[in-house]
């Protein structure tokens, strides 16, 4: 037969054990909304730094392809005066056409260096999106996801103050 004393003991361990229980969800809910702010705060972070780093890619082939046309009028501008210099002069034949062909190759050189640059810039960019990538992960990873409490285990330590309670009174 258990004692009053014995089944306040109970009674006071099963309050006590639906409490904790209690305290572990709002701890859980609490980690959990954390949890979702903090992956939604790093996923809008790596969508603001991708729309940038393109908004980059894109300014930087723009660049380029200005350069190279401004470097094609000038070149053209360039052939064109020593075509009227020459024809001015009377001169003709390879040396005006090595001229030309030289003007030519300078300006495809330039191109040239042009393009490889904005590649270089390009994949640095890339890479830099790459980056925040792996960024917004290990900010999602820093926040551990939260476990949720088992009521299993409350009702296992409550049914264990029972026994206990009722092993006191034998």
Known sequence: MCTPLALLGFAASAVSG???YQGAKA???AAKAHKQTNDRAAQQ???????????RIMQEEEAATQKK???????????????VAAGEAGVTGLSVDALLQD????EGRYDASVDN???ITEGYLRGEMTATRH???????AVPTPT???FGATLVNIFSQGVKAYGSTL
């Open 135 to 141: 960024e917004a992960f290990a900010r999602m990873n």
């Open 103 to 106: 003007l030519s190759a300078q």
């Open 69 to 83: 046309q401004e470097a094609k009028v000038d070149a053209m501008k360039a052939r064109s005066t020593a075509r």
């Open 148 to 150: 949720k409490p088992s």
């Open 117 to 119: 640059n904005f590649r």
């Open 45 to 55: 972070a790596a969508v603001d730094r991708y729309a940038s780093q393109q908004l």
């Open 27 to 29: 701890d859980y809910a």
């Open 18 to 20: 639906v409490m904790q």
